[in-house]
């Protein structure tokens, strides 16, 4: 899948649980005394997983360590491209 739609469905989801369903307890639970906690459990819990999920993922996009060359492959790539 390209990047953006994955960045895109992703973003959707932690919109729906970090914004419709807060909205959809305020309708359904108006009597509650723990109407706000648990809006701002679902808040906070979308917001913690979705930075949590972009960092893992832009992580892997562009790794840190890229691949472990010996000294004789790196002559070998000097002398085939002439440095």
């Given at each position: 899948?390209?990047?953006?739609?994955?960045?895109?469905?992703?973003?959707?989801?932690?919109a729906?649980i970090?914004i419709?369903?807060?909205?959809?307890?305020?309708?359904?639970?108006?009597?509650?005394?723990?109407?706000?906690?648990?809006?701002?459990?679902?808040?906070?819990?979308?917001?913690?997983?979705y930075?949590?999920w972009?960092?893992?993922?832009?992580?892997q996009?562009?790794?840190l360590?890229?691949?472990?060359?010996?000294?004789?492959?790196?002559?070998?790539?000097?002398?085939?491209w002439?440095?």
């Open positions: 899948m390209d990047t953006a739609v994955v960045v895109g469905i992703i973003t959707a989801v932690f729906f970090g419709v369903l807060p909205v959809l307890v305020q309708f359904f639970m108006w009597r509650s005394a723990n109407k706000g906690i648990i809006q701002i459990m679902l808040i906070l819990s979308a917001v913690c997983c930075i949590f972009l960092t893992a993922y832009i992580c996009l562009n790794p360590f890229g691949p472990q060359l010996t000294t004789e492959i790196i002559r070998v790539m000097q002398w085939e002439g440095q």
